[in-house]
Every structure is written in structure tokens, then in C-alpha cells.
């Protein structure tokens, strides 16, 4: 009688441990997804939101949105690039890449009147990088100054949208991070974005470096 009733308390513990297991392992995984996206979100560190386009750094998947006072966004697509690239004395790393369906709110209208025809909602990409001046002087230089999409819509760096100061001269040693965006008006299905960043000159306008290129496949 007791080998049975050890026999069946044996039982009891395994099955448990077996109802267990894929409970565990979900909230492993789970664990894991969140780290992921707290490492995702580590390079905004420091960031100050923009004035006049909504938070995108909750936009982690397809089709989610955000709301805030300046509007809605939602995310169309999406690529982490995390990228490093050394042009001349500027490194430059491009962290991420958003394709954004955005419909600013009543008091933001005006912001992208002139931008686009349709200013009530569009769609805009943006990337976000970080410069750094590894020269020893102060250098003249834009990360972005001409993008193109797959679909050949060409915008440039005057139709910039966030105006977060990244071309502005950059000191020797001096770090800037921040946002670049475009509207993108013409593109229907975007999955490639080819970046073609500025010249770098020095102070007195010396042509030190030529354009890079870069592309971004979505």
C-alpha cells in the first residue's frame, strides 16, 4: 500500500512539473522579448522627445499605434539597422529605420502645411542616428542630405522634418543623436531607403571628404 501511494505521489510531482514546463518556458521567452526591447530602446538614452512629431519609440511592431497631443502614428514597417559607419573623421551609426502613417493632431496641422497636400495624414520614414566627430577639428556635416526610395521619390534635406540641429558644425569629440525624417508622398510600398549624407568640410569649407551612401532595406 505505501509503494502505491508513493508510487502515485511520484506521479503527481512529474505531471505538475510537466503542466509547468511550458508555462515556463513562455514566461522565458516573454522575459527574453522584453530585454530585447529594453536593449532596442537603451541608444534613446538621453534623447529629448521632439516638439512636433508624437514619441515613436513604443512603435515596436506592425500596425501598432501610439496617440498623443500632437497625433496618431502608426507603425508600417520597421528595421533595426544598428550600424556603424566611418565617413572621414564622422562616425556615424544609424540605430533604427520607421516607415510612419501619421495623422497629426488639429493644433500640428499647420507644422506641415507646405510639406505635403494632404497634411491631415501621411505617411513619413525616419531614421535614427548618432554622429561623432573622431577628427581633431570642427567639421561641416549632414547625415542626411538626400534620401530616395525604392518607388525613386527623392527628398531633400530641406524638407527635413524633425530640425533637430544634427547638421549643424559638429566640434571635435562632440557625440549628437537624434532623428531625420521625410514625408514620402508617392511611395506606395516602401522597402528600400537609400541615404546619401553631405560632404564634410571643415570650417572654412574645405572639401575634406565625399558623400557616403547607405541603403536600408525594410
Known amino acids: 500500500m505505501k509503494r502505491i501511494i508513493g508510487f502515485l505521489m511520484i ?3 512529474l505531471a505538475g ?5 511550458p508555462a515556463k518556458e ?6 527574453t522579448e522584453k530585454k530585447e526591447q529594453v536593449q532596442t530602446a537603451s541608444y534613446l538614452d538621453g534623447y529629448l522627445e521632439n516638439p512636433q512629431l508624437s514619441d515613436d519609440s513604443e512603435l515596436l511592431q506592425v500596425d ?3 496617440e498623443d497631443s500632437k497625433g ?3 507603425l508600417m514597417k520597421m528595421r533595426q539597422v544598428d550600424e556603424t559607419y566611418q565617413i572621414g573623421g564622422i562616425e556615424m551609426k544609424i540605430q533604427d529605420a520607421k ?3 501619421l495623422r497629426p493632431s488639429y493644433r500640428m496641422i499647420d507644422y506641415f502645411h507646405g510639406l505635403t497636400d494632404n497634411e491631415s495624414e501621411f505617411n513619413y520614414v525616419k531614421v535614427f542616428v548618432e554622429i561623432t566627430n573622431t577628427s581633431d577639428k570642427t567639421l561641416k556635416f549632414s547625415p542626411v542630405a538626400l534620401v530616395e ?7 531633400s534635406w530641406e524638407d527635413e522634418l ?3 540641429s544634427l547638421n549643424e558644425p559638429i566640434e571635435s569629440g562632440e557625440s549628437r543623436k537624434g532623428n531625420i525624417g521625410f514625408i514620402v508622398d508617392e511611395t506606395k510600398d516602401l522597402s528600400e531607403l537609400t541615404i546619401l549624407t553631405s560632404d564634410i568640410y571643415d570650417e572654412a569649407d574645405n572639401k575634406l571628404n565625399d558623400a557616403e551612401e547607405i541603403t536600408v532595406e525594410f
Not at 512539473?17 to 514546463?21: L, Q, T
Not at 526610395?149 to 527628398?155: A, D, G, L, P, S
Open 11 to 13: 506521479m503527481l510531482v
Open 17 to 21: 512539473c510537466a503542466e509547468d514546463k
Open 26 to 31: 513562455a514566461e522565458a521567452k516573454n522575459n
Open 64 to 66: 501598432q499605434v501610439v
Open 72 to 74: 496618431r502614428s502608426m
Open 99 to 101: 516607415w510612419i502613417q
Open 149 to 155: 526610395t525604392n518607388e525613386e521619390e527623392k527628398i
Open 162 to 164: 524633425y530640425l533637430e
